[in-house]
């Protein structure tokens, strides 16, 4: 017989392979079609920092709707490439990698440059300051390459308790935060519903709505997405901003993007598009400051991503791993010339507790539909900024 156990010894948890409130884990998949309309909610999500950082960006550099059409679908391209080498390469979490607005600041001062206004062509203006860009990436991209691969930021994460990780974090929701709310308000009039339907089908309707599987809080995203945008669409048809400012035409309505007519049909994003990247040094040190902070902000969307994955606690090795693959990313985002650098997209962290899904697989599906949609230019652009651009 075992002998009793006295009443003060203690007892180890039980080792679980995946933790409460965590329906898939890493490593488990859900079933193909779910997994594919989970990967298509992903892809909708990042929608949101894709047009907005080239819309931002682009009539800077002296661009139109072609050349800010062109970019989206370079950034959502080289976007599908670097999510698809960090979840087989990198640290294999679940997470999207995307454009960050850490480099808008940056990518503004290089566009801003006096050295770009001798080019009167508006294009010739564009093609310069991208050139511009993709240089300060591309230099930029050396510093979380050397970091990560040299295991120097091993060191970091090895002492970063939960005490100093939770406000790392918190501080990356709170960068998203800043970004979307008054981004929401823009046109609040529809952001502001499509927020409060969002939460309705998450966290109230499944708890007066008892479903044998999760749909409304799993497909809370494309659900709400559809209805706000057919919401848009109405007060767009019955004439609703007529007589609004052009800046509220342009943030609400359907219609007034103007991506679409500078869509190609066809287009295959290939690198140095825009012509052979320039390097000035003020310009790549200013944009390695936004690579360093790109780095702080994806090890804190690691951490939470590890945790709505159910992964084990991710070893600083690993992160430091994901580090370097992250700085090759940011390479590929100057090879490519997108404008931007890339990060851990942290609205797609937190969709993955949202849906409490974090498979692996629906990442990689979400992945092949950024490459997919980025080539059918024309085709995709209307869904791809009509549809996303309204909701996000």
Not at 196 to 207: A, E, T
Request: with cysteine; proline share 6%.
């Amino acid at each position: 017989m075992t002998p009793p156990r006295k009443a003060d010894e203690l007892v180890p948890h039980p080792v679980k392979d995946q933790l409460p409130g965590v329906d898939y884990c890493v490593n488990s998949n859900p079933s193909w079609p779910e997994a594919i309309i989970l990967g298509f909610q992903h892809y909708l999500v990042m929608l949101g920092t894709t047009v907005i950082i080239p819309t931002v960006i682009v009539p800077q550099m002296g661009g139109g709707n072609e050349e800010k059409a062109q970019v989206i679908q370079t950034l959502l391209f080289v976007a599908g490439v670097n999510t698809l080498l960090q979840s087989w390469f990198g640290t294999r979490l679940p997470v999207v990698m995307g454009g960050s607005f850490t480099f808008i600041i940056p990518a503004v001062f290089v566009a801003s440059s006096t050295r770009y206004n001798t080019y009167l062509d508006p294009r010739e203006r564009f093609k310069q300051s991208m050139r511009g860009m993709q240089g300060a990436l591309m230099i930029a991209s050396i510093l979380p390459i050397l970091i990560g691969f040299l295991g120097l930021w091993r060191i970091v994460v090895r002492v970063l308790s939960p005490l100093s990780a939770v406000p790392l974090v918190l501080l990356v929701g709170l960068g998203l935060y800043q970004q979307g709310f008054p981004l929401l308000a823009e046109c609040v009039e529809i952001g502001l519903p499509g927020l409060i339907i969002l939460i309705l089908l998450s966290q109230y309707i499944p708890r007066m709505w008892k479903l044998k599987r999760p749909i409304f809080e799993r497909f809370a995203v494309v659900l709400s997405v559809a209805i706000v945008w057919a919401y848009a669409a109405i007060l767009t048809v019955t004439g609703a901003y007529n007589n609004r400012s052009p800046q509220t035409q342009f943030s609400c309505r359907v219609d007034r993007s103007g991506l679409i007519t500078g869509a190609s049909w066809l287009k295959f994003p290939y690198p140095c598009q825009w012509g052979a990247p320039k390097v000035d040094a003020g310009e790549a040190f200013v944009m390695m400051a936004a690579a360093f902070v790109s780095l702080v902000e994806s090890t804190g969307a690691f951490i939470a991503a590890a945790r709505y994955g159910s992964a084990t606690h991710t070893p600083g090795s690993v992160i430091s791993r994901g580090a370097g693959w992250l700085g090759l990313g940011i390479l590929l985002n100057g090879l490519w010339g997108t404008a931007s650098g890339s990060t851990v997209s942290v609205e797609n962290v937190g969709l993955l507790a949202l849906t409490r899904v974090g498979s692996r697989r629906v990442i990689q599906i979400s992945a092949i539909f950024m490459l997919s949609f980025s080539m059918l230019g024309k085709i995709f652009q209307y869904y791809k900024v009509e549809v996303g651009g309204s909701f996000c």
